[in-house]
């Protein structure tokens, strides 16, 4: 399961691989999507590798939203349709698959609609699907993952940690 972070990560990394992007770009970019922190070439094919290992990836409609829209302030933003197109093609390859997961479904657990006003809609989402699916959730949000890293029936990594323990 991808929360907005290591979906826009996987996104970004395989546009960059498909762009044939230099050096420069790549580093620029990758800094840029993972807010500053070290996200090496190694830890890039790392989490490649791992993604394109596992028989279906997980995500909702609120992340592929988020993700898709880009920040206005990104690096990616300045070829924000080219990014959009190699994305949507790998998106629609099958790997990826999409769970709808409706605001009244939500809602209807008092529960999901406290993690909504705490944490935003996207995150609630992302949760209340690892929740149903029994899946390893990963995300960028330390304070999510905080909430979450004892008691839940579902698996959740800090995407890095991740990356790190599986050398």
Do not use: W
Request: proline letters at 2%.
């Amino acid at each position: 399961m991808l929360d907005t972070g290591p979906l826009l990560t996987y996104l970004a990394v395989h546009y960059l691989d498909q762009t044939e992007a230099d050096t420069a770009r790549r580093s620029a970019v990758v800094q840029d999507v993972r807010r500053g922190s070290r996200f090496a070439k190694a830890e890039q094919e790392r989490f490649q590798v791992l993604l394109d290992r596992s028989e279906h990836l997980l995500t909702t409609p609120h992340a592929l939203c988020e993700v898709l829209k880009l920040r206005e302030h990104s690096v990616l933003s300045q070829d924000r349709e080219r990014f959009c197109r190699i994305s949507l093609k790998l998106l629609m390859d099958g790997k990826l698959k999409e769970v709808s997961c409706p605001l009244r479904e939500l809602c209807a657990d008092e529960a999901y609609g406290e993690l909504i006003c705490r944490f935003g809609l996207t995150d609630a989402a992302v949760v209340y699907l690892a929740e149903n699916e029994r899946c390893l959730l990963l995300t960028d949000d330390r304070k999510l993952y905080s909430t979450y890293t004892s008691g839940a029936v579902f698996e959740i990594r800090l995407l890095h940690e991740y990356l790190r323990s599986t050398e």
